[in-house]
């Protein structure tokens, strides 16, 4: 591949740093690389392969001569920028909310649905954390059995939220450990020593009472299989965990699959590392998981509550997997 001139949109945040973390260790042919972020990142430096480089204000003309776009700086960002990217001729990775159900953009995550990217017409979204994650895994089983129904529940880490979000549940923590009052700024409730039923933390209902992150994992998972027809429900939920997400999730399908095969076939799908010996307490675990490129599975086990069920346990780093590192194998396969 010749090397790209690329951007990073959010360089300053979570996400933005692991992207660019994510360029450097996977060897990403850059030509040049620029930092962009809000007003506020103005005069702050980032190093990039050993350089120090300029953050820039973003602007609508940031992107002359820019080939890939990657954007992790808020859906309204991506709303406004991305279009005049996009213009500019250059390719927009985008990993907010806002175009990941236009018909018009693909909804990639590389080992599910590569091909889609062929179709793009300037901006190609990256999938939610938690849905990314779950496709890796639902994709080799539908393939062999079919799924028609999925349940799943997660249990999302705070750095899913952004920086300050962290920064609470720090202070939150040491708070409760000396008997004071947590204080909520992000969070509606204190995220220390406690469970959250409601993502993201602002405006998350929807009409139908599942929240909007919910409502993601149930539509973009029947875009990236291309399959209108797997049922989803989902209840999403922040735990005091710092980084990775891990779901429980039980499946329905049309074919019968015993859990000896479901871990064969988990056990060859692209992505996926197997962590399932019970026996010896090993499965995956968001500890273990953060830092790592891959998506783990574990617990694997038919439900016993029906004849073609499945049980799973999948655990993946949400800004790895579930962000930057899926956006980077995006841009490789561009
Ligand atoms: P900044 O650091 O200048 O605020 P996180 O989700 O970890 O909080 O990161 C959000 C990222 O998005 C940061 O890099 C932040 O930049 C960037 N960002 C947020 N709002 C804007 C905006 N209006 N224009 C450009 N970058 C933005």
């Given at each position: 591949m010749t090397p790209k001139v690329v951007a990073i949109v959010?360089?300053?945040?979570?996400?933005?740093?692991?992207?660019?973390?994510?360029?450097?260790?996977?060897?990403?042919?850059?030509?040049?690389i620029k930092f962009l972020a809000s007003e506020r990142s103005r005069?702050?430096?980032?190093?990039?392969?050993?350089e120090t480089v300029e953050v820039e204000v973003l602007a609508e003309d940031s992107f002359k001569g820019v080939e890939i776009a990657l954007f992790s700086a808020g859906g309204g960002t991506s709303k406004k920028f991305a279009p005049c990217a996009a213009k500019d001729g250059c390719v927009v990775i985008d990993n907010s909310s806002a175009w990941r159900m236009d018909p018009d953009?693909?909804?990639?995550?590389p080992e599910v649905n590569?091909?889609?990217?062929?179709?793009?017409?300037?901006?190609?979204?990256?999938?939610?954390?938690?849905?990314?994650?779950?496709?890796?895994?639902?994709?080799?089983?539908?393939?062999?059995?079919?799924?028609?129904?999925?349940?799943v529940s997660t249990y999302q880490a705070v750095s899913g939220a952004g920086i300050k979000a962290l920064q609470e549940m720090r202070d939150q923590i040491i708070a409760v450990l000396e008997n004071r009052e947590p204080v909520c700024k992000i969070f509606p409730h204190p995220i220390a020593f406690n469970c959250i039923p409601q993502i993201p933390q602002s405006d998350a209902f929807t009409a139908n009472g599942y929240t909007s992150e919910e409502m993601k994992m149930v539509d973009e998972t029947k875009k990236i299989m291309g399959d209108e027809s797997i049922r989803v429900t989902a209840t999403t939920v922040r735990v005091p965990v710092h980084t990775g997400h891990s779901e429980s999730v039980n499946i329905e399908t049309q074919h019968k699959l015993t859990a000896a095969k479901a871990r064969e076939i988990l056990s060859l799908a692209p992505g996926v590392v197997v962590l399932d010996d019970p026996a010896n307490q090993i499965y995956p675990l968001a500890c273990d998981a953060a830092g790592k490129g891959e998506t783990f599975v574990g617990r694997i086990r038919?439900?016993?509550?029906?004849?073609?069920?499945?049980?799973?346990?999948?655990?993946?780093?949400?800004?790895?997997?579930?962000?930057?590192?899926?956006?980077?194998?995006?841009a490789e396969l561009l």
């Open positions: 959010g360089a300053t945040g979570l996400v933005g740093n692991r992207m660019l973390q994510m360029l450097e260790e996977r060897d990403f042919p850059v030509k040049s005069g702050k430096t980032l190093t990039f392969r050993g953009v693909p909804l990639v995550v590569a091909d889609d990217i062929k179709w793009h017409k300037g901006i190609i979204a990256n999938p939610n954390c938690s849905t990314i994650q779950l496709v890796v895994v639902l994709k080799p089983i539908h393939d062999a059995a079919k799924i028609e129904r999925v349940v038919e439900d016993i509550s029906q004849s073609r069920g499945l049980d799973l346990w999948i655990v993946a780093d949400n800004l790895l997997k579930g962000a930057a590192l899926n956006a980077v194998q995006i």
